[in-house]
């Protein structure tokens, strides 16, 4: 179907979670892990100031570099990693097409 990506979602459990994404909607990771009844918080609704939804980035995806907010809460968040992300900032576009992602542990 045109206009839809797959990623997976990795949950806290180590359950696997293939989603399908819509790349016309201005959808995010958060949103798409919440339209899924995954445990993603989004407290902040999505403006990068909380973390509550720091994932891990397990595929070779390229992905745009993370912005200067991002970077910011990162810096304030549990558990970071080298290939942390908020999804609040990873929007779906053809680019995600396939990627795999794991929630973080809540801190």
Do not use: W
Not at 24 to 53: F, H, I, Q, R, W
Not at 62 to 86: H, I, Q, T, W, Y
Not at 95 to 102: E, I, N, P, S, Y
Request: proline residues 4%.
């Amino acid at each position: 179907m045109d206009g839809m990506i797959k990623v997976t979602v990795i949950d806290r459990e180590g359950v696997a979670h293939e989603l399908d994404g819509p790349t016309d909607m201005g959808m995010n990771m958060m949103e798409l892990c919440k339209s899924a009844e995954l445990p993603v918080e989004g407290t902040c609704g999505g403006m990068a100031m909380c973390a509550s939804c720091h994932m891990y980035v397990e595929s070779e995806t390229d992905l745009p570099e993370k912005s200067g907010d991002e970077e910011d809460m990162l810096d304030e968040a549990f558990f970071v990693e080298d290939n942390s992300r908020l999804g609040c900032q990873l929007h779906l576009s053809e680019a995600l097409d396939g990627l795999v992602v794991r929630l973080a542990p809540v801190g």
